[in-house]
């Protein structure tokens, strides 16, 4: 038996950059337990907004917390892309805090902390995170793949692919093109 793990969600947190979600803390946990589900993955956009809230949340609810984030990262033209991180352990939580508190000290445009590929090797240790290619939004909207294409060389087997099941046209084109990437 498989376990699912809903890893690219967003609450109410998130709506202070990006007005995304309703959802409260408590209405995940109560869905999660719900659904049967084992954790809780809190990947607010820009920054991991009320993550110690999460954390009692789910240790009061017997659920996993995972730590993560919806970044923001630049290629060369300073155009922005969405971008997952996961910690896998205590250290890549550091490395992902570390690299966000980066990102709004020297790189905070239009509300948005964003990384760069300088930030990202200076702070992030790639086996302690695992990175997606996030939503349509995402690196894979990259006209010359660049930020791709660094992005797996960087986390290697720590990458994956995102396809989101959104029936649009571009979000089709957007997960045919993860599936040829693979």
């Given at each position: 038996?498989?376990?699912?793990?809903?890893?690219?969600?967003?609450?109410?947190?998130?709506?202070?950059?990006?007005?995304?979600?309703?959802?409260?803390?408590?209405?995940?946990?109560?869905?999660?337990?719900?659904?049967?589900?084992?954790?809780?993955?809190?990947?607010?956009?820009?920054?991991?907004?009320?993550?110690?809230?999460?954390?009692?949340?789910?240790?009061?609810?017997?659920?996993?917390?995972?730590?993560?984030?919806?970044?923001?990262?630049?290629?060369?033209?300073?155009?922005?892309?969405?971008?997952?991180?996961?910690?896998?352990?205590?250290?890549?939580?550091?490395?992902?805090?570390?690299?966000?508190?980066?990102?709004?000290?020297?790189?905070?445009?239009?509300?948005?902390?964003k990384l760069t590929i300088g930030i990202i090797?200076?702070?992030?240790?790639?086996?302690?995170?695992?990175?997606?290619?996030?939503?349509?939004?995402?690196?894979?909207?990259?006209?010359?793949?660049?930020?791709?294409?660094?992005?797996?060389?960087?986390?290697?087997?720590?990458?994956?692919?995102?396809?989101?099941?959104?029936?649009?046209?571009?979000?089709?084109?957007?997960?045919?093109?993860?599936?040829?990437?693979?």
């Open positions: 038996m498989k376990t699912y793990v809903n890893y690219h969600c967003h609450s109410n947190y998130s709506n202070g950059i990006i007005a995304d979600s309703p959802v409260t803390v408590d209405d995940y946990i109560k869905r999660i337990k719900e659904l049967g589900h084992k954790a809780y993955v809190s990947t607010e956009h820009g920054i991991s907004y009320g993550w110690v809230e999460k954390y009692l949340a789910c240790e009061k609810n017997n659920i996993k917390f995972i730590y993560g984030v919806e970044a923001y990262i630049e290629n060369e033209d300073k155009k922005a892309f969405h971008i997952i991180l996961i910690a896998k352990n205590e250290q890549g939580m550091k490395d992902i805090n570390n690299t966000l508190n980066k990102a709004v000290y020297i790189n905070y445009k239009n509300r948005r902390p090797k200076e702070n992030i240790n790639p086996n302690n995170v695992v990175c997606t290619t996030a939503c349509a939004l995402g690196l894979l909207r990259e006209e010359n793949l660049s930020l791709f294409m660094f992005v797996k060389d960087y986390f290697k087997n720590n990458l994956y692919l995102e396809v989101m099941p959104h029936n649009t046209n571009y979000q089709k084109i957007i997960n045919n093109l993860a599936k040829k990437l693979s």
